[in-house]
T-cell receptor
Framework: DMKVTQMPRYLIKRMGENVLLECGQDMSHETMYWYRQDPGLGLQLIYISYDVDSNSEGDIPKGYRVSRKKREHFSLILDSAKTNQTSVYFC????????????FGSGTRLLVI | GEQVEQLPSSLIVQEGASVLINCSYTDSASVYFPWYKQEPGKRLQFIIDIRSNMERKQNQRLTLLFDKKTKHLSLHITATQPGDSAIYFCSASRMPNYNVLYFGSGTKLTVEP
């Protein structure tokens, strides 16, 4: 069963702490994404990764960075988390450049207090 | 960048009713429009898509209409069931970067038995 796995599912962090969100996929997809979902705003693209060490900013990259050292694994890092980064974070993958056939993870619900 | 808007933001219907979800976009370079369904607490799942060279696409109880001239899409769901209760997202991708999807803010559909 092809899937995108996100860990953890739920996370509570204090303002100023570092946060690591992890995403894995078992489909050998080249392209991976991090989105955040906020009520009334839909999904907003944070970062896109075209392959190992080939990452590009999305629409809202400020306050985030990413790491992709293996094709199957894509991490989202928040250095010194802020309360306005409280959100649900979704990872997704797609097979080829130019292919919008996304597979989404189940999301990580992050609360920054 | 591309702006995708959805209306209404929420909808409550009785089982068996038909519903219409509207979506508009701004960028004439957008060429591919997948729709996703997100059940409570679950990941987004692809339900139907259409390309800009088509006017209509049907998948069982779902019909997607596309008007390139007005930059407008409509998702029609017939014979609704409680299992259709979810948030429905319209999205758009544009040339040349087909990978990146721009999402609407979602329509929350509740189907009451």
């Amino acid at each position: 069963d092809m899937k995108v796995t996100q860990m953890p599912r739920y996370l509570i962090k204090r303002m100023g702490e570092n946060v690591l969100l992890e995403c894995g996929q078992d489909m050998s997809h080249e392209t991976m994404y991090w989105y955040r979902q906020d009520p009334g705003l839909g999904l907003q693209l944070i970062y896109i990764s075209y392959d190992v060490d080939s990452n590009s900013e999305g629409d809202i990259p400020k306050g985030y960075r990413v790491s992709r050292k293996k094709r199957e694994h894509f991490s989202l890092i928040l250095d010194s988390a802020k309360t306005n980064q409280t959100s649900v974070y979704f990872c997704a993958s797609s097979p080829l450049p130019g292919n919008s056939d996304y597979t989404f993870g189940s999301g990580t619900r992050l609360l920054v207090i | 960048g591309e702006q995708v808007e959805q209306l209404p933001s929420s909808l409550i219907v009785q089982e068996g009713a038909s519903v219409l979800i509207n979506c508009s976009y701004t960028d004439s370079a957008s060429v591919y429009f997948p729709w996703y369904k997100q059940e409570p607490g679950k990941r987004l799942q692809f339900i139907i898509d259409i390309r800009s060279n088509m006017e209509r696409k049907q998948n069982q109880r779902l019909t997607l209409l596309f008007d390139k001239k007005t930059k407008h899409l409509s998702l029609h769901i017939t014979a609704t069931q409680p299992g259709d209760s979810a948030i429905y997202f319209c999205s758009a991708s544009r040339m040349p970067n087909y990978n990146v999807l721009y999402f609407g803010s979602g329509t929350k559909l509740t189907v009451e038995p």
